[in-house]
């Protein structure tokens, strides 16, 4: 799972980084396929901040599971478009509480919490390095 987990986190990070005025090839891909993903990257989130991390919350990986976890929905929930998502998740509540968190994309907190996203990845990567 922490492989899947740093996927993820690598992906957000790249794909929070679309509205910087650089035209590079990978961020327009993220930038298309950030809503596709959306739902694994807010599954991968949840999992981590609802189940591993209160089970193991006294130990280093738990508390890195809910910094990670947390650093993800921050950082991917701003940028999802609404449109580009599934025709099942297309609801009311869905849109408003993803504009709830259309502020924060301009925000220089937002910038703070993908500092905290790079940490974790930074500490997942260089984990599953050592262990394999």
């Known amino acids: 799972m922490g492989i899947l987990t740093d996927i993820c986190m690598i992906f957000t990070l790249v794909a929070s980084l679309q509205n910087l005025p650089l035209k590079w090839t990978f961020l327009t891909v993220a930038k298309r396929t950030t809503s596709r993903y959306a739902l694994l990257i807010v599954m991968v989130a949840l999992w981590n901040i609802l189940w591993y991390a209160p089970q193991h919350f006294t130990e280093f990986w738990g508390q890195m599971g809910f910094a990670a976890g947390v650093s993800m929905l921050l950082t991917i929930m701003p940028i999802i478009e609404f449109d580009g998502l599934p025709d099942g998740l297309k609801t009311k509540q869905v849109y408003t509480v ?35």
């Open 98 to 132: 993803l504009l709830k968190f259309q502020w924060m994309q301009f925000d220089w907190k937002y910038i703070l919490v993908r500092l905290v996203l790079f940490d974790c990845i930074v500490q997942y990567t260089w984990t599953l390095v050592v262990l394999n």
